[in-house]
């Protein structure tokens, strides 16, 4: 495990910067291309560690995937063309990759076995190991089944009605993974609207999906045609820089090519309720799969404010660099409704109370979220990413705008979701 000193005391950030491709969307896009008949390319795809695993998971499943740099072109086998994987299917870090799997494979008639590291083997996976296990899938692993490895023996499953407890776009896309493979309609209803990008992708390979409010239904066995699928830039990456460039004075970056699904768009809400400068011009060309545009930040003063409710699922990645954003603010800002942080890579309300009150910020944990008392300069210290990839780029932020020597522990979980993070951070630095 490396540490690095981090860049401190940055005068200002300026330039342009394309972040890389959407972690969610690139998931997705693999997935549904496997599931498809014929080819599905994909460019602007993630090389980030956790797209990674989805690649291998499918090529041990019988996939052809080329992958040269962010293209990648997917053989489609169709959802009876998967077949019997020899070996464990390992997730490493991603929580997108064993969940989505997981609603796959409960339709399909073999075993297999998934894994990940340490961080994965503390998630919960009783979310959507128990409707899974209603609609006929097979499945048993660690504490019953709660926790990896797991193993699944899929087959044919029937069509299920299912109000979820947790608002989780893993969860409701699991669901309607095994939905599109069971016999009758599958509903999925959620009480606050999370990322749709499995709605989407289904519709962009040729399926019938119906969307009503929060409740979305999709029919069994449909079939899908591969398709390409040019993947938009990741908000929950760009969100590092968008914070950076409204806390560091005469600052003023722009991110081109962002997605800017409304889903996804939660912290453009809060930094406008804090005072940020922010411009976004959304692009007109339909090109992306996705809604996609040029967001413009520059520094300005900032005030506190309150985030929870519905707005939480639209920013819940982001939660960790909002933190930091409010530390920089005026007054005091308030983080509810967030319990769904606890369960991510780390905890990440106490992984980010903890590292930034090392750095000299005023955050109380509460039991779903945090209080964060803004408007003191960071000082300087030893922080760790705790092996989160979220937790480090905020740290890596968090050191520029402070007044001492910072140094990151294990700044390589970064490599999860932004394998380029640091070049493009150092690109901006003025002075
Ligand atoms: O569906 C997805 O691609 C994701 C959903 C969210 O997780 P939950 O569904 O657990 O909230 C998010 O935190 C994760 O980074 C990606
Ligand atoms: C929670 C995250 O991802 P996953 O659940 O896929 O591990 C994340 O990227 O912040």
Redesign the pocket.
Same mark, same amino acid.
């Given at each position: 495990m490396d540490t690095v000193s981090l860049q401190t005391k940055v005068k200002s950030l300026r330039g342009t910067i394309e972040v890389p491709g959407d972690?969610?969307i690139s998931?997705r896009a693999v997935m549904f291309g496997a599931l498809a008949e014929g080819t599905t390319t994909i460019s602007h795809f993630l090389p980030g560690e956790d797209c990674l695993s989805t690649i291998s998971c499918f090529r041990q499943l019988g996939v052809p995937i080329e992958r040269v740099g962010d293209s990648v072109k997917v053989t489609g086998r169709g959802f009876n063309g998967l077949s019997e994987p020899s070996e464990l299917l390992d997730v490493g870090n991603s929580? /997108?990759t064993i969940r989505l799997m997981l609603g796959i494979l409960a339709g399909q008639p073999f075993h297999a076995v998934l894994a990940g590291d340490s961080s994965i083997a503390q998630r919960p996976m009783t979310r959507v190991v128990d409707p899974l296990r209603v609609m006929g899938a097979e499945i048993d692993g660690r504490k019953k089944g709660e926790r990896t490895p797991l193993s699944i023996r899929g087959g044919s499953l029937s069509s299920i009605n299912y109000e979820m407890p947790v @608002?989780? @776009?893993?969860?409701k896309?699991a669901i309607l993974l095994a939905g599109l493979q069971a016999e009758g309609v599958t509903t999925v209803k959620e009480a606050s609207k /999370?990322?749709d990008?499995t709605e989407r992708m289904i519709a962009r390979f040729g399926g019938e999906i119906s969307v009503n409010g929060n409740e979305v239904s999709v029919r069994g066995k449909q079939r899908f045609t591969g398709t390409t699928i040019k993947v938009p830039g990741d908000i929950s990456s760009a969100a590092f820089f968008m914070v950076a460039a409204a806390i560091i004075p005469e600052s003023e970056v722009t991110l081109v090519n962002v997605g800017l699904n409304p889903t996804r768009t939660g912290i453009l809400d809060v930094m406008l309720a804090m005072g940020a400068d922010v411009t976004v011009v959304p692009d007109s060309s339909e090109e992306n799969a996705e809604p996609a545009g040029t967001i413009i930040v520059r520094s300005s003063q900032l005030k506190g404010t309150e985030i929870g409710g519905g707005l939480i699922?639209r920013l819940?990645?982001e939660l960790p660099v909002i933190s930091l954003l409010a530390a920089h603010a005026e007054g005091t800002t308030v983080i509810k409704d967030a319990q769904?942080l606890k369960v991510?890579e780390t905890n990440r309300i106490d992984t980010v109370a903890g590292e930034l009150s090392k750095l000299g910020a005023d955050i109380t944990p509460t039991d779903d979220g945090m209080i964060i008392n803004g408007g003191s300069r960071l000082t300087g210290g030893s922080v760790s990413s705790h092996g989160d990839h979220r937790i480090g780029m905020m740290l890596a932020v968090a050191g520029l705008a402070s007044a001492g020597e910072v140094t990151l522990e294990n700044p390589e979980a970064i490599a999860v979701s932004y394998p380029q993070f640091f070049e493009h951070l150092s690109s901006l630095v003025q002075g």
């Open positions: 972690k969610s998931h929580g /997108t @608002a989780s @776009a893993q969860v896309s /999370t990322r990008h699922p819940i990645d769904e991510k």
